[in-house]
């Protein structure tokens, strides 16, 4: 099973910033947490990952609480092109585990 | 860099034929992994590895067969198609706690 869990969807209007909130309340301390995004028809990209501090990069930001139990990542623009399903997981890099994607986020934007 | 590579993009086969799907990476990632998404659906893992001579199960790995005998490729085999098998096939390598890259995938029809 997923470690994450994530809401099925979201809307946000264009040009607003979105949230999106993934909970992880088994997280180990050794578990990188990485967001994907998979536009329609294509394979999924990577956003961004972090292990405890919050990160930025040219796509998103992402938010990591103090217990490490949730984060959430942060558009801080929404584009159309935006519209995707967002994928939060965990990897373990000290084990190479199996990662296990769950449904993720629909994400809409509305113009 | 050509990053992940998957051939073919399209296929279909008859139930009960057999077929190799390619993945092939020129990051000198030692991670890699198969999933497959079907409509609508999330990605479940098929199988995975580590390194080179070294692949695990995963969530759903019946009907498949895999090897690595080099780093740069790991090749998905469906010993005989079924139906069931029709899917989107997608390839991901990445090295030590860095984002996965995935491939453009290949669409399987089974009839």
């Known amino acids: 099973d997923a470690k994450t869990t994530q809401p099925n969807s979201m809307e946000s209007n264009e040009e607003e910033p979105v949230h999106l909130p993934c909970n992880h309340s088994t997280i180990s301390g050794t578990d990188y947490i990485h967001w994907y995004r998979q536009l329609p028809s294509q394979g999924p990209e990577y956003v961004i990952h972090?292990?405890?501090s919050n990160v930025n990069n040219r796509m998103a930001s992402l938010a990591i609480a103090e217990d490490r139990k949730s984060s959430t990542l942060i558009l801080h623009r929404a584009t159309l092109r935006d519209a995707a399903v967002y994928y939060c997981i965990l990897r373990d890099v000290t084990s190479y585990d199996k990662v296990i994607f769950g449904p993720g986020t629909s994400l809409s934007v509305i113009p | 860099n050509a990053g992940v590579t998957q051939t073919p993009k399209f296929q279909v086969l008859k139930t009960g034929q057999s077929m190799t799907l390619q993945c092939a990476q020129d990051?000198?990632?030692?991670?890699m992994s198969w999933y497959r998404q079907d409509p609508g659906m999330g990605l479940r893992l098929i199988h995975y590895?580590?390194?080179?001579?070294?692949?695990d199960q995963g969530e759903v790995p019946n009907g498949y067969n895999v090897s690595r005998s080099t780093t740069e490729d790991f090749p998905l085999r469906l010993l005989s198609a079924a139906p069931s098998q029709t899917s989107v096939y997608f390839c991901?390598?990445?090295?030590?706690?860095?984002?996965?890259?995935f491939g453009s995938g290949t669409r399987l029809t089974v009839v």
């Open positions: 990051m000198n990632h030692e991670y």
């Open positions: 972090g292990l405890t």
């Open positions: 590895s580590v390194g080179a001579g070294i692949t």
């Open positions: 991901a390598s990445s090295y030590g706690a860095g984002g996965y890259t």
